[in-house]
């Protein structure tokens, strides 16, 4: 709450109503017809690459190369859905899928590995890397002649633009009365309940909340660090890279750089995570909260509602859920528990 | 063919002309470092010095050297003030430094703040009233060889070298650069000697965001004279990085800096001489070698966390002493 008091003196300052706008924002983000299906559309994306951040953060390996794995994702998906153009939907879209996976899987295992055996600072290799992959994206539509580019028509080869997929290459939606809601979002509730499994009841995962604990004492345990290291990298990029995949099969169907660059989805991923608190089954809702605002945003964005206010607000609600988490570490001190890295819970105000 | 044009001298003189913004980011993110507290928000407070000294060199009329002053001036301050939020939040609440980093870099960076007050401002698209242009020092400009490279630089070219020497000096020769030394090494120490630990980190993670802002005003300013969302394209990340080639040792960050430099500088000077390559790959040159340096910088020392401070990114809690 604190976070929205706190843009509503910028919106004042902006010589907006602050009422009026959070009223309209609410109402474009969730009450209007159609609004719920067009936040879930924007929550997609978040759901998926906030799992990814949560799933690394939750240990302490600050993943924030989401946004590269997703482009990534998205070459991974179109590519496979161009080379499977005439194969039936179900072929095709579990290729996609696998497509948007493996690749997202493979561009986060380069820091993974960079981080297990050299040590290399991980939140600086992944970022420079989504840097590379956003060039990647240009390189494959607008400079040169790739698999991926649309090349069959005049006016393609003289503005750039990606190979659209076939009719089948689209995913599959369920309407749910209230909402439709695309399969992308359905993949990332089952990465939810998944990761949670992961965590509660495999080796694996009781291996990943040791390190996340404590270093140290994952080594004397006689924990291989490196190879969870790798794969929890590996896993946290194959999120990502679905997310990549969700926008080519649920929206774009085309591999679209400046869409993907603009949109900045892996960053925003970051923020969810920090506001779930790493927790999986919270990303979801915190993905729906973010996805609604920053639909609203979009739906509001004209002359009167100027591009950059979404970023202003999210940092926001971090800081103020930051901020927050002070004054709940000093409430709950007996009740809490207390397992959790050291200040990795922020939460407080942006649960309201 | 003149000496001065050859491709060494070229390069050389716009390694030093694109890796000057990296000096004044690197030096500020490393004293901040060398206080204890890490601060990912450095391509945030970046884009916020650029639009800012941007926008003052549109509105401040006046003689070209005292809108520049006043406009780098401003972007420093106001980066200097966007870094107060990561300041207050873990120096005084003791929130997670990375996090809040990042938060600072998304609430103020290309798709936030600086993009908002660039758009409202309607910045975008205008040519600069003043820039910085390269002064021709001593007139000594025309000599073959350093001319270019050391006598035709712009004025904050030279005013990076001196804060180079003056953090040397201020860290290794002065008793608040002892303190701060101690703070970011053992703040436990630095308590019972009688230093104020969150006074001294709060003091250097402004002057990192002051420095930052400056390194921001130098994109706008110097390299390519205009506002575009998104400017600095990640220079505050590689500055974060050069904190870590340079072994948190100010007069190193000179060298790194000026290797990116050269790095970015590539592209446009072997294009210009007709080096065909797909412009994304000397794009890419930049990044590509961070990641490369960061790996041979992490592999040989890692042991010894060779200069890092041992008290980086933890928040210094008096009773849990």
Known sequence: MAAFAAASVVLLVAGKDPIATYERIFDRAF??????????????????TGLAAAAAFRMRLW??????????????????????????????????????????????????????YFNTNEIISTLMLNYVAGLLLLYLIFDSQSYWRDLSTFSARQFPQGKVLADAASWPTFNLEIAIVPLGFGLGIAAAIGLWALYRSTVFGFQVRVLGDSASAARYAGIKTRRVVVVMMALSGALAGIGGASQVGDFRHVLDPRGLQQAGLGYSGIVVAALARYNPFAVPVVAVLIGGLANAGYSLQGPDFPAGLVGVLQGMILFFALGGELLLRYRFTLGSRGSLPVGAQPAGAARQ | MNVNESIVVVLAASAIFYGTPLVFASVGELLAERSGVLNLGVEGMMLIGAVTAFWSVQHITGPDWMVLLLATTI???????????????????????IVSGLALTIFAGATGLSSYVGNVARLGGQPAHHEFLALNVLGLSGLPVVGPILFHQNALVYASWVLVILALAYLYRTRPGLHVRAVGESPETADVMGVNVARYRYAHTLAGGLLAGVG????????????????????????????????????????????????????FVLQARQVHLPPEVFASLPYVMTVVVLVVVSTGWAKQRLGAPAALGTPYVREER
Do not use: C
């Not at chain 1, 009450?31 to 998926?48: C, E, I, K, M, Y």
């Not at chain 2, 106001?78 to 430094?97: D, E, K, Y």
């Open chain 1, 31 to 48: 009450f209007a017809p159609g609004a719920l299906t067009s936040t879930l559309v924007t929550a997609t994306p978040l759901l998926l």
């Open chain 1, 63 to 116: 993943n924030i190369g989401g946004e590269g794995q997703l482009y990534l994702g998205a070459v991974g998906a179109s590519g496979a859905g161009i080379a499977l153009h005439d194969q039936t939907g179900p072929i095709l879209i579990t290729g996609m899928i696998l497509g948007g996976l493996l690749a997202g899987a493979a561009w986060a295992i380069v820091p993974g590995l960079l981080k297990a």
């Open chain 2, 75 to 97: 972007g420093g301050l106001a980066a200097l003030a966007t870094s107060l939020i990561h300041a207050i939040l873990v120096v005084g609440l003791r929130a997670n430094q």
């Open chain 2, 216 to 267: 921001g005003a130098y994109f706008s300013l110097a390299i390519t004279p205009n506002w575009i969302d998104g400017m600095t394209s990640g220079a505050g990340w590689i500055a974060i990085a050069l904190v870590i080639f340079a072994f948190w040792r100010p007069e190193l960050t000179l060298v790194g800096a000026y290797l990116f430099g050269l790095f970015s500088s590539l592209g």
